[in-house]
């Protein structure tokens, strides 16, 4: 008999402990989504600035939205200047390399990334 409710206690316990497991969350569903463009700086003084976002392309990006970015950052001929402004636009860096270039100084681009 001690062990018939040894046997049904324990199933009680390990039913109970069943319930406070959280159901594990679809990572799919759950994950954000991205866009992304590299701020390209160049010259020694990294003041020439321009974003790439998949506009050279073969059926690249014509986004109006992107190409007056673009154009905006362009305009501040500084990359601090530049990165700063994207901040404001909800874009994140999340990576920097150097990018090889044929000309004397080569470039640095910034990864950027904001959800969509």
């Known amino acids: 008999m001690r062990k018939i409710l040894g046997f049904f206690a324990l199933l009680l316990l390990a039913s109970s402990s ?3 497991q959280a159901p594990a969350a679809s990572t799919r569903s759950a994950a954000l989504q991205y ?3 590299i701020l390209v700086a160049s010259s020694r003084d990294y003041d ?3 974003l790439n976002y998949g506009q050279h392309g073969k059926g690249g990006s014509s986004d109006a939205a992107m190409m007056r970015t673009d154009q905006e950052v362009r305009k501040l001929r500084s990359a601090v200047a530049a990165l700063n402004y994207l901040s404001t636009l909800g874009w994140e860096c999340i990576g920097v390399s150097t990018i090889p270039s044929n000309t004397i100084t080569d470039q ?9």
Do not use: S
């Open 108 to 116: 640095t681009g910034y990864l950027l990334r904001r959800a969509k």
């Open 18 to 20: 069943a319930f406070a």
């Open 35 to 37: 866009e992304h463009c």
């Open 48 to 50: 020439q600035v321009e």
